[in-house]
T-cell receptor, first 115, second 113 residues
Framework: ETGVTQSPTHLIKTRGQQVTLRCSSQSGHNTVSWYQQALGQGPQFIFQYYREEENGRGNFPPRFSGLQFPNYSSELNVNALELDDSALYLC??????????????FGAGTRLSVL | AQTVTQSQPEMSVQEAETVTLSCTYDTSENNYYLFWYKQPPSRQMILVIRQEAYKQQNATENRFSVNFQKAAKSFSLKISDSQLGDTAMYFCARGGSNYKLTFGKGTLLTVNP
């Protein structure tokens, strides 16, 4: 158990809709990263939040956005869903931005299906 | 793009035997970190082992050890005394100064009884 929880576990949406995925970080962790894992692929970095500010972004369009709250829970929002957005979405929390300490602890993910 | 390559999509091993999973990576940084994560059917990524690039000594965690060849940019994972519970997808990942992890495509390891 990593202490990172994600909700919901599964979600089905239709193309063009909007979705919000939620993550509760491990207690005390001030950094959260979100990853997209397509079927048969490794996770791809979407973005990272540190103390409620975006701190780095991967190659994803602006319709992917996020929020981090003072209690270190976070959200991933995706607007105008496309079929290719179907994937497992993972969040990972960590204690600090120092790479020496930045071991990321993952949740079990939200499986999003876009029809 | 700085990539992580796992050349073995699938591997199998008999229980109690040893298996080695391969990983190569690309980076322009001097200080970086390498990880092996395990993803069982439950989907939760679990950290198996971590290596700091500036340390020459290979990391070990119980039955898991790595062979880190910095000049060759190679980072293989050896699992000794394989157990049925080791069956999972294994991902090699690199982390650096930008704090994101770059993952390989994974190796599906099956441990047979």
């Amino acid at each position: 158990e990593t202490g990172v929880t994600q909700s919901p576990t599964h979600l089905i949406k239709t193309r063009g809709q909007q979705v919000t995925l939620r993550c509760s970080s491990q207690s005390g962790h001030n950094t959260v990263s979100w990853y997209q894992q397509a079927l048969g692929q490794g996770p791809q970095f979407i973005f990272q939040y540190y103390r409620e500010e975006e701190n780095g972004r991967g190659n994803f369009p602006p319709r992917f956005s996020g929020l981090q709250f003072p209690n270190y829970s976070s959200e991933l929002n995706v607007n105008a869903l496309e079929l290719d957005d179907s994937a497992l979405y993972l969040c990972a929390s960590s204690l600090a931005l120092d790479p020496a300490k930045n071991i990321q602890y993952f949740g079990a993910g939200t499986r999003l299906s876009v029809l | 793009a700085q990539t992580v390559t796992q050349s073995q999509p699938e591997m199998s091993v008999q229980e109690a035997e040893t298996v080695t999973l391969s990983c190569t990576y690309d980076t322009s940084e001097n200080n970086y970190y390498l990880f092996w994560y395990k993803q069982p059917p439950s989907r939760q990524m679990i950290l198996v082992i971590r290596q700091e690039a500036y340390k020459q000594q290979n990391a070990t965690e119980n039955r898991f050890s790595v062979n880190f060849q910095k000049a060759a940019k190679s980072f293989s994972l050896k699992i000794s005394d394989s157990q049925l519970g080791d069956t999972a997808m294994y991902f090699c990942a690199r982390g650096g100064s930008n704090y994101k992890l770059t993952f390989g495509k994974g190796t599906l390891l099956t441990v047979n009884p």
